[in-house]
């Protein structure tokens, strides 16, 4: 009789604990703290990705 006594408080106690352990391993998610803007594509990566032959359309500089 007393052995369900002390299950009847134990299984309350593990919850609360385990609950806890969980909320302290919560991940923050938030804006990124970079403020430098993402860089172009290089005409070749640009090239390679549209599967164009020639990189001559992607450079800004080149206008043969």
Same mark, same amino acid.
């Given at each position: 009789? /007393?052995?369900?006594?002390?299950?009847?408080?134990?299984?309350?106690?593990?919850?609360?604990?385990?609950?806890?352990?969980?909320?302290?391993?919560?991940? /923050?998610?938030?804006?990124?703290?970079?403020?430098?803007?993402?860089?172009?594509?290089?005409?070749?990566?640009?090239?390679?990705?549209?599967?164009? /032959?020639?990189? /001559?359309?992607?450079?800004?500089?080149?206008?043969?």
């Amino acid at each position: 009789m /007393k052995m369900f006594k002390t299950q009847r408080f134990i299984a309350p106690i593990m919850i609360v604990l385990f609950s806890i352990t969980l909320t302290n391993c919560s991940v /923050k998610v938030g804006p990124s703290h970079s403020t430098a803007k993402a860089k172009p594509l290089p005409p070749g990566q640009a090239k390679k990705i549209t599967g164009e /032959k020639s990189a /001559k359309n992607y450079a800004p500089g080149h206008n043969k």
